[in-house]
């Protein structure tokens, strides 16, 4: 079942994705995300120009082979743009893989562990009164877990607050806009929200929130802290994770659950705050983390530090990651929550899927393979446009993390 076709489909349905998909000499196909935010050509150069040559007459069947020939014989290992390459075969061949033998991906994997996966929606507005409004809808739409941000007073933008109901895209078309921050403002705001979110919610609906990697452990360890009364799932990227040590500050200090890891792209960024415990889930994703071969690794690895998993899925991953994910979740021991942005109506219509939302849960369907396919056509009518994540300054004009 050799690979005689390898192609690069970018398009803009609303915002960018870069898809791989692979054709067999039998005429399998299967596709694999490559979306990397802002940087969306750099991978797409990267698997036209490097990676493609390697694949084409390779086996469809020697997914892990091809996972360590990619990785360990490019020599130069790691990073963004290499393992969103790498997770794109990845994926794509898994999903060769299912439509092989009939069956969806997670049979492959063990079958289902679980009836469906909890998801999360991502409630926002400008100030208090908007998001708890916000919550209270995803609720109604059967949500059991919802993701609240709200604007900080006194700030002109909020991370997090969306211009829509059920959707949120940060990067913007041309040049990166800038924003102002300021961590007293905004650690005097967040407590404030989660009030009146379980004042207006009660105890039972899961409430999260993401400081954006905007803090110092001793800010993330205080918010922690003032957020225990409301008992949250968790509070995400508290701090930048490059200095690791910084987590265990925070464990000293508050019992608030830590989650981290949307940036991560291997194992390694994570293995010691998995290993000691300084987190309770491990967000890495398939497009991000090297395929679902590699995003396994990591979450067996957490199983034994009782860490569980809660990958990314925001809008800049195409429904080709999200269904990747979705059969992932649906099959590891200790899942523990999906992020889930609903796409445009556009996007889906070029990213035809099976997975569907009910009660709270989505669920990734039976469909052979990873149950979800590019509509080549469509996505031609909607060109690349180049586009950029905001870049944050304090109120001093100091570049911040944004």
Not at 286 to 302: C, E, K, N, S
Request: with cysteine; hydrophobic share 40%.
């Amino acid at each position: 079942m050799k690979i005689v076709d390898a192609r690069v489909i970018v398009c803009c349905p609303g915002r960018n994705f870069v898809t791989l998909k692979l054709t067999t000499e039998d005429g399998l196909t299967g596709v694999g995300d490559a979306t990397l935010n802002g940087r969306e050509l750099a991978v797409a150069s990267y698997l036209e120009d490097h990676v493609v040559p390697l694949v084409i007459g390779r086996d469809a069947r020697r997914v892990e082979d091809t996972w360590h020939s990619l990785y360990k014989g490019a020599y130069w290992r790691r990073g963004p743009v290499t393992m969103t390459a790498i997770a794109a075969v990845d994926t794509a061949l898994w999903d060769i893989a299912g439509k092989a033998l009939g069956v969806p991906v997670h049979r492959l994997l063990g079958g289902r562990a679980r009836d469906g996966v909890l998801v999360y929606g991502h409630a926002s507005g400008a100030d208090v009164d908007e998001a708890v409004r916000a919550a209270e809808r995803y609720v109604a739409l059967g949500y059991h877990a919802v993701r609240a941000q709200a604007g900080v007073p006194g700030l002109a933008a909020s991370y997090g607050v969306g211009r829509g109901d059920l959707s949120y895209e940060p990067a913007e078309r041309g040049l990166p806009p800038e924003e102002r921050w300021s961590t007293e403002k905004y650690l005097t705001s967040v407590p404030r929200l989660f009030a009146r979110l379980r004042e207006a919610l009660g105890p039972d609906i899961h409430l999260l929130h993401d400081a954006h990697h905007r803090l110092t452990p001793i800010e993330a360890a205080r918010l922690g802290k003032a957020l225990e009364p409301y008992h949250l799932f968790w509070l995400e990227d508290p701090v930048p994770a490059e200095l690791q040590d910084g987590f265990r500050l925070i464990r000293q200090h508050t019992t608030t659950p830590l989650a981290v890891g949307e940036v991560f792209s291997s194992i390694h960024d994570c293995q010691t705050l998995i290993t000691e415990q300084l987190i309770d889930y491990i967000r890495t994703t398939v497009v991000h983390a090297g395929g679902i071969t590699h995003l396994r690794r990591i979450a067996h690895l957490a199983e034994l530090y009782h860490v569980r998993t809660g990958s990314h899925g925001a809008t800049d991953l195409s429904p080709v990651c999200m269904a990747a994910a979705l059969h992932f979740d649906i099959s590891v021991h200790n899942f523990g929550i999906q992020e889930y942005m609903r796409h445009s109506a556009d996007t889906d219509r070029v990213f035809p899927h099976a997975y569907r939302f009910a009660d709270g849960m989505l669920d990734p369907g039976e469909a052979p393979g990873l149950g979800v396919d590019i509509d080549e056509a469509l996505a031609a009518e909607f060109p690349y446009q180049r586009a950029y994540l905001p870049i944050t300054r304090k109120l001093d004009g100091t570049i911040h993390s944004w």
